[in-house]
Structures are given as C-alpha cells and as structure tokens.
C-alpha cells in the first residue's frame, strides 16, 4: 500500500472516530464553515448566524445588517428590556418564601443565597454560549436558535430526533405548570383581596382567565417586555413595604438568631430547591438573546440582575427572619398586619397577572415553531395560532381549577424539570459542545454543576413524593 493511499486511510479512521465519540468534529475543533452550520442546523434568519456572541465583538454589526446587506426584520428589545424580562423570571413569587427558607437552612441560606446567584448566572451565559461556533475566521457565528437546537447537536449521533423532542417538552410543561401556578395564586389573592365582595373561589378564577385573554394576542417579545417591567416595579414595592415594614420592628432583632447549624435535613432539602428554583430563567434565555438589540451587551445584563435579585433577596431574607423568627410562616405576608397584608396582597395579584405572559408567550412559540412547525406566512396560520394560544389558556385554567394537591405536583414538577433546565442540562450540553475549548478547571465547575443539578432533582423528588404519600394519607 503506498504512502498516500496510507495517509488517506488514517484521515479517514480520525474522521470516523471524531465523529462517532463526539458530538460532531466541527464543534471540538471549534472551527467551522459559516455555510455549512447554516445549512445544518436551518438558521431561519441570515442576519441572526452573523450576529456577535458576547464573547466576540469582531463579528458585530452595529447596524445589524448581514454582509450581504440584508436586514433582519424580527422584533428587537432593548438590553434594559431583556433586563426587566430575566428580573420578572427570578424576582417571582418565590420571593415571599425565602425568609422561611432562611429559617430552614439557617446561616446555609445565606451562603446558598449568593451561590445559587452565581451558579444560575454562569448556567445561563454557558447555555448561550452553546448557541455559537467559531467560523473559519475565528469568529463566534449563532448556528442554533433555541434550546432545543443545543439538544439536537448533542444527540444527533445518538438519537437525533429525541434530544430536542425531550427538552421541548421539558420546556412546556415547566412553563405551563408556572402559569398554572399564576393563576391559582391571582385566583387566591384576588378572594382573599377582595373579601368585602361575595366572591366564590370559581368566580375569582373565571375573572382571572378573562383578565389574561388578551394574551392570546400577544405576538411581539417586546409588549411581553413592558408588561415584565410594571411586574418588577410591583416586585419592587412589595419587597421594600415588607423591608420598610420590618425596619420600623428593628427594636426587637436583638432577640433573633439564625441557627448556625442546620437540624432538619429535610427542611433543609426544601430550603435548598426554593432558592434555587427562585432563580431560574434559563429556559427565555435563548429566545431573549436572539431578540436583543446589541447580544454583546447579554453577559453583563445576566450579572447586574442576578446580583441585583441577589442583593434584594439577601436583605428581604435577613430583615423579615429577624422580624418574626421562629414564628415566620411559609408565605411571609401572612406574618402582616391586616391592613398592610390586604395592600400587598393587591400588588402580589397585580405582579401574578403581569407574570403570566411571559411563560405562556415562551410554552405558545416552542409549540408553534418546535412542535407544530406552523410558518406565520401560510395561509390560515393565524387561525390555527389563536386556537393553539387559546386551547393552552384553557388548559392552565382547567388545570388550575380541579389538579388536587396542586402545590405537592408543582414541587415534584419542578423538581424534575426545573433543576434539569437551570443546572444539568447547560453544564451538560457544555461540556459537550465546548470540551476541547475548556481548560481543567472549567471542566471541573462544569462537573460540580451537574453533580448538583442531579442532587437537586433526586432530592426534590424524594421530598415531593413523602409529602404527596403523607398528604393522601391524612386525607
């Protein structure tokens, strides 16, 4: 055998064996053709696989035209409105449980506090980072859209059309538990809000759903943007009357300690998923991105929101345990006043009606563009749209309504999809679609974080199912 029919053997064993052991050769040189990625992954926007990543300002165009001179029509949101979106996600409801968490978890919770900000910030830019390869210039080029496309690149030489099936549907239902969870908690508030009126429980949910009708109409990112910033002024006003509320009380801190070692182990798992879970928004995070006006601005805007949500929840935390103490409840505006509570308890329902759209515009466009495939400039597709939005509305209502034990299946829920999503997953799928550019002790926090994400998840569901177990029995 000659030399050159040699070489072209052993070109040809490497090729199989990158391809085979790895999720794709291009990926693990890191060097790709721009042409070729678009071709392969189905980039439906030129100007977007030209776009810079935040990582690499060469690429940018700041007239965000590609090079052919083209311009992208898709909506853009501004970094202050993307900014507002990621706050609305990790500055929820959750909140109001922290102080409680505190109580659980003891001088732990402070650490988890700020960890779990770092850990979900960095989870978040490495997720986004999966959405870029590097051309033939070394440039950093947006070859996938969506969390599902980091899916398909991962598996394709494994179960190609499994991957991303599994993280849509990971996505939907984690984003229509979370609007089932709005709307049973607007439902709730509204009752105990306006409890001079001769409301029912059934009567409050039914003008909740005609409240969120308009949803349904919503078809731009940006109005989801608007609407997430008069939830975060909400947010705002609920966490500094509290705050306001519990400084007026700072005379009697002196009699509250935080445990500095932690008893209830249990208590201390739930403690552990309710920080967590209170910063997840990486599920938006790829549709937000791709939207932003300047992507290199993204990195920077993950870091001010999570160190604001960070700082926020950190003092509401702190001052409300050492308010109440031992007596702090599960929902801490249970611990005010009548007068007050009844005040909060208007801006809580204004925050939950406003929080809505934002999980069911994301559920409504993976199920339009993922699963159903429906192009908006088909003839009819408008209609089949307004019956897709319309049906999941009535779904999350109906589930609202009559799921019983509906808090123990949202734990056991979130437990599974949520820590998936926000830790296993993005540290997975990069570990795999990064290795070779990674040095050791990426690799390493890389493992760290899914070691965790699976202990979050196992855990979780351990606790969820003793509680659903001891909540039938008593029943």
Known sequence: MSRSQLSWVKSRAEALWMKRLHAGAEENRGLVVRDE?????????????????????????????????????????????????VTNAIQGIFVLGLPYALLQSGYMGLLLLVLAALICSYTGKILVSCLYEEDENGRSVRVRRTYEDIATACCRHICPYIGGKVVNATQVVELLMTCILYLVVSSNLMCHSLFFLPLTPAAC???????????????DLRVVSRLSLFCSLAQFLVTFIVIGYCLRQSPQWASRRLSAVVVDFDGFQVAVGVIIFSYTSQIYLPTLEESMTD?????????????????????????????????????????????????????????????????????????????????????????????????????TLIMA???????????????????AMTLLLPALFHLQLKWTQLDVSRRVLDLLILLLGCFCSVS????????????????
């Open 37 to 85: 990625l678009a071709h392969t992954y189905g980039d439906v926007c030129r100007c977007d696989s030209r776009a810079a990543s935040p990582e690499s300002p060469a690429a940018f165009r700041s007239d965000h035209s590609c090079e052919d001179g083209t311009h992208c029509t898709r909506p853009r949101i501004t970094t202050w409105e993307a900014g507002w979106n």
């Open 205 to 219: 949910s039914a003008i909740t759903f005609l409240i969120l009708v308009p949803c349904m109409l919503i078809r």
């Open 295 to 395: 992507r290199l601005d993204f990195n920077s805007m993950i870091d001010w929101t999570h160190a604001l949500a960070c700082i926020l929840k950190t003092a509401f935390s702190v001052v409300a345990f050492l308010t109440w103490g031992e007596e702090t409840k599960e929902v801490i505006t249970d611990n005010l006043p009548t007068a007050l509570r009844m005040v909060v308890n208007l801006c809580l329902l204004a925050k939950a009606l406003l929080s809505y759209p934002l999980p069911f515009y994301a559920a409504a466009e993976i199920l339009q563009t993922g699963v159903l495939k429906l192009n908006p400039s088909t003839e009819g597709s408008e209609r089949w749209t307004l019956l897709l939005r319309g049906s999941l509305l009535l779904l």
């Open 401 to 419: 309504l009559y799921v019983p034990h509906f808090s123990l299946l949202m734990g056991l829920t979130g437990s599974v999809t949520g820590a």
């Open 460 to 475: 979780g569901v351990i606790c969820s199912i003793k509680g659903m177990i001891t909540a039938f029995e008593d029943k």
